[in-house]
C-alpha cells in the first residue's frame, strides 16, 4: 500500500483524497418527494424555488405525481436504504448510526443535521444517491449541506464531508451487470417467441437530461480554466460506466448501445442533452432494431422519472412501434451496492479502513474533495461542503466544541 502525502493544512492530496477521519455519524442524502396529494405544489415549490414558476404552470407539470396517487417512491426507498446500511454496518460490527435527511421535502437536510448534532456527533460523513458529477447530482448537494450548517448555526460546531461519486464503484457498476445481462436474455427470449429470434436488439443507456450549459460546466477545470473532459464529466462518467457494464457481459458483445436522455424540464429554448428517449427508440426502431433492453444508468433506485418517464412513457412507446423492451432494475436495494456504498464511507474512516479505492474506468476513482470550479454553480456561488475552496464544513477549530 502506497503512503499518502497528505497537505497537513487541509488534510487534502494532490489528488483529491483526504485523510481518514474519526466520524462518528452518516447522513444519507437524497432528493426527496412528495408523499399526497397536498404535498405534490409544495414539494415542487421547493424544486423550483428561485425561479418564479406560477402554481399553475407547476400544476401542469404534476401529472406524474397526481397519476401515483400525489406519491413519489423515492422516500419509501431511502427508508429501505437506510435500513439496508444501517444492517450491513450491523454486519460488519460497526457502531456508525445512519441518518436520512432530503433537498426538497421532509425530512430536510437542515433538520437533519440538527438532529445529528443534538444526538452528540461532530463529525458527520455524507452519502448522496446521486453517483455522477455535474450542478444537479454532485455540488447542488454539497451546497444545500453548506446551507444547512449556515442555516442552524451548525457552522464551526459541526464537520461535514462528503464520499466521492461513485458512478464507476462495482457496487454501483454490478447489479447493472447483472440486470443488463438478464434483460438480454427476456428480450431475445421474447423476439424468438414471436418468431423473430434474429431480429437486432438494441441496449439503450437512460440518464435525466440537464441543460446543455451545466453538462460542459461539469466536473474539473484544466490550468486554461476549460473542462477536462471535453463533453463534460457528467457525459463522460456515463459513457464510461456503460461501457464498463457492457465489458463485463459477454453476451453483448456486438450489441449496438447508446446514452439518451429523459425528465427534460425549464424552458424550451434553453438547450438540454439529447437524444429524449422516446426520439430515440423511434429512430432505432426505423433502423431496424425490434428489441431494446432500457438500462437506467444515471439512478440510485426506482423513483419518479424512472416510474413515470421510463416504465410508464418509454414502455408505452416501445409498445406503439412493436418492440420487444425489458427495464432493467436500479441497484435500490441490491446487496453489491449496499455493500458498495458501506465500502466507500469506509474508505474515509480512520477505523475499518479500507484503503484500497476500486475503480470499473480510467476516469476514477473521483475526488472525496472536488477541485476549485468543479462542476460550479453558474448562478452564483452558495456555502459548499467538500471543495478545495470549501467555506463550512470544514475541521472544527475547537473539537470539543
Same mark, same amino acid.
Not at 483529491?16 to 404535498?39: C, H, I, N, T, W
Not at 439529447?274 to 430515440?280: C, K, L, N, R, T
Given at each position: 500500500m502506497t503512503t499518502q502525502a497528505f497537505n497537513p493544512l487541509d488534510g487534502v492530496d494532490e489528488?483529491?483524497?483526504?485523510?481518514?477521519?474519526?466520524?462518528?455519524?452518516?447522513?444519507?442524502?437524497?432528493?426527496?418527494?412528495?408523499?399526497?396529494?397536498?404535498?405534490?405544489?409544495?414539494?415542487?415549490?421547493?424544486?423550483t424555488r428561485g425561479r418564479g414558476i406560477p402554481d399553475e404552470r407547476l400544476e401542469e407539470v404534476s401529472h406524474h405525481y397526481r397519476a401515483f396517487g400525489g406519491v413519489s417512491p423515492i422516500n419509501g426507498q431511502n427508508r429501505a436504504l437506510r435500513a439496508a446500511m444501517e444492517e450491513e454496518l450491523r454486519r460488519r460490527g460497526i457502531d456508525l448510526p445512519v441518518y436520512w435527511g432530503n433537498r426538497n421535502w421532509e425530512p430536510f437536510i437542515a433538520d437533519t443535521l440538527q438532529e445529528?448534532?443534538?444526538?452528540?456527533?461532530?463529525?458527520?460523513?455524507?452519502?448522496?444517491?446521486?453517483?455522477?458529477?455535474?450542478?444537479?447530482?454532485?455540488?447542488?448537494?454539497r451546497e444545500d449541506l453548506?446551507?444547512?450548517?449556515?442555516?442552524?448555526?451548525?457552522?464551526?460546531?459541526?464537520?461535514?464531508?462528503?464520499?466521492?461519486?461513485?458512478f464507476d464503484h462495482p457496487g454501483f457498476v454490478e447489479p447493472f451487470v447483472e440486470g443488463v445481462g438478464e434483460g438480454l436474455a427476456k428480450v431475445r427470449a421474447g423476439l424468438a417467441e414471436r418468431g423473430d429470434a434474429e431480429a437486432p436488439v438494441h441496449i439503450m443507456f437512460s440518464t435525466?437530461?440537464?441543460?446543455?450549459?451545466?453538462? @460542459?460546466? /461539469?466536473?474539473?477545470? #484544466?490550468? %486554461?480554466?476549460?473542462?477536462?473532459?471535453? !463533453?463534460?464529466?457528467? $457525459?463522460?462518467?456515463?459513457?464510461?460506466?456503460?461501457?464498463?457494464?457492457?465489458?463485463?457481459?459477454?453476451?453483448?458483445?456486438?450489441?449496438e448501445w447508446s446514452l439518451v436522455y429523459q425528465s427534460r424540464s425549464g424552458a424550451p429554448h434553453i438547450p438540454w442533452l439529447?437524444?429524449?428517449?422516446?426520439?430515440?427508440l423511434r429512430d432505432r426502431y426505423?433502423?431496424?432494431?425490434?428489441?431494446?433492453?432500457?438500462?437506467?444508468?444515471?439512478?440510485?433506485?426506482?423513483?419518479? @422519472?424512472? /416510474?413515470?418517464?421510463? #416504465?410508464? %412513457?418509454?414502455?408505452?412507446?416501445?409498445? !406503439?412501434?412493436?418492440? $420487444?423492451a425489458d427495464r432493467v432494475p436500479t441497484p435500490g436495494t441490491h446487496r453489491k451496492f449496499v455493500e458498495g456504498l458501506i465500502d466507500l464511507i469506509l474508505e474515509r474512516t480512520v477505523e475499518n479502513n479500507i484503503a484500497d479505492r476500486p475503480s470499473a474506468?480510467?476516469?476514477?476513482?473521483?475526488?472525496?474533495?472536488?477541485?476549485?470550479?468543479c462542476c460550479a454553480n453558474r448562478r452564483g456561488e452558495k456555502p459548499t461542503i467538500a471543495a478545495v475552496d470549501s467555506t463550512v464544513g470544514t475541521p472544527l477549530p475547537n473539537p470539543s466544541v
Open positions: 489528488n483529491g483524497r483526504m485523510a481518514p477521519k474519526a466520524y462518528d455519524a452518516v447522513v444519507l442524502a437524497s432528493f426527496g418527494g412528495p408523499e399526497g396529494q397536498d404535498d405534490v405544489i409544495p414539494f415542487l415549490r421547493n424544486v445529528a448534532y443534538d444526538a452528540g456527533h461532530r463529525k458527520v460523513l455524507a452519502v448522496t444517491t446521486s453517483a455522477y458529477s455535474c450542478y444537479s447530482s454532485c455540488r447542488q448537494y453548506g446551507m444547512a450548517l449556515v442555516r442552524t448555526g451548525l457552522e464551526g460546531r459541526l464537520e461535514v464531508d462528503k464520499v466521492r461519486q461513485y435525466h437530461s440537464i441543460p446543455m450549459g451545466d453538462a @460542459e460546466a /461539469a466536473g474539473p477545470r #484544466d490550468a %486554461e480554466g476549460g473542462p477536462v473532459h471535453e !463533453e463534460g464529466a457528467y $457525459v463522460a462518467q456515463h459513457r464510461a460506466t456503460a461501457q464498463a457494464v457492457l465489458d463485463r457481459i459477454p453476451e453483448a458483445a456486438g450489441v439529447e437524444p429524449d428517449i422516446s426520439d430515440a426505423e433502423g431496424g432494431a425490434r428489441g431494446v433492453v432500457i438500462v437506467p444508468l444515471g439512478f440510485v433506485s426506482d423513483h419518479m @422519472e424512472v /416510474a413515470w418517464d421510463l #416504465d410508464t %412513457e418509454a414502455l408505452e412507446t416501445c409498445g !406503439e412501434l412493436g418492440m $420487444v474506468t480510467a476516469l476514477g476513482p473521483w475526488y472525496d474533495v472536488c477541485r476549485p470550479n
